[in-house]
């Protein structure tokens, strides 16, 4: 279902979950959605968009600079706070580091997609890159984990379900390495307490002293974590 606004379009979805109407604004491309619960009036859809249209001006407008500084690049990718260079080869399938260096598939010579091959690289990578950090933040917090997945979430950068399943997402390989260790500390602290209350700010100022500064650059520039 979509609508649109005098300033937005946008899409409707329905959930059985949601308790009350939301609008979320996608990192990635400036998409508007409404989250109606089930039995919410279709018409309480247009009236959030009125109501929040500022706000959705300004979350639109960041996502454009982000975009921008996407385009910025060139022919680099972001890895942990270092720009690797991306080498396209005729006849590669698949993605290979050297140092600073990404050797990667050239599609204008018929190789397949570099996007799709670079993400598949990069959930490969995010395991080798987080197990070891959850591993420590799990011990630290003296609880086990039951297992790890990766994903790509599109609204979460991790979770930890009640059983100690974990799941991480591999854009976060896209960010500073302070930003994808304060997300591993940030689930491993709700091994030990599943909510938000002021109980697992005290675990987390314990597992990262200065946990705020990566919090807010998440924040600010989660729509950048994009290939």
Request: net charge positive; with cysteine; aromatic share 8%.
């Amino acid at each position: 279902m979509s609508g649109t606004s005098s300033s937005f379009d946008y899409t409707v979805r329905r959930s059985d979950r949601a308790r009350r109407v939301r609008v979320r604004v996608d990192p990635r491309d400036g998409a508007v959605e409404v989250v109606l619960p089930r039995r919410t009036p279709a018409r309480e859809a247009a009236r959030a968009v009125e109501q929040l249209s500022a706000w959705i001006a300004r979350r639109r407008a960041e996502v454009a600079r982000a975009q921008a500084r996407v385009a910025a690049r060139g022919g680099t990718v972001p890895y942990l706070g270092a720009s690797l260079v991306l080498v396209p080869q005729a006849g590669r399938v698949r993605v290979t580091r050297f140092g600073h260096t990404l050797l990667v598939p050239d599609a204008r010579l018929g190789g397949p997609d570099m996007r799709e091959v670079l993400e598949r690289w990069y959930r490969r990578q995010a395991r080798v890159e987080i197990a070891p950090r959850l591993d420590a933040a799990a011990a630290a917090v003296g609880r086990p984990y039951a297992k790890l997945s990766i994903r790509d979430q599109k609204t979460r950068w991790g979770s930890c379900s009640s059983t100690g399943a974990m799941s991480f997402n591999w854009r976060l390989l896209l960010a500073p390495e302070v930003v994808l260790e304060y997300v591993v500390r940030h689930e491993a602290a709700h091994l030990a307490v599943m909510d938000h209350s002021p109980r697992f700010w005290a675990v987390m100022a314990r597992l990262m002293p200065g946990y705020e500064v990566p919090r807010r650059w998440l924040r600010d520039h989660g729509g950048t974590l994009v290939l």
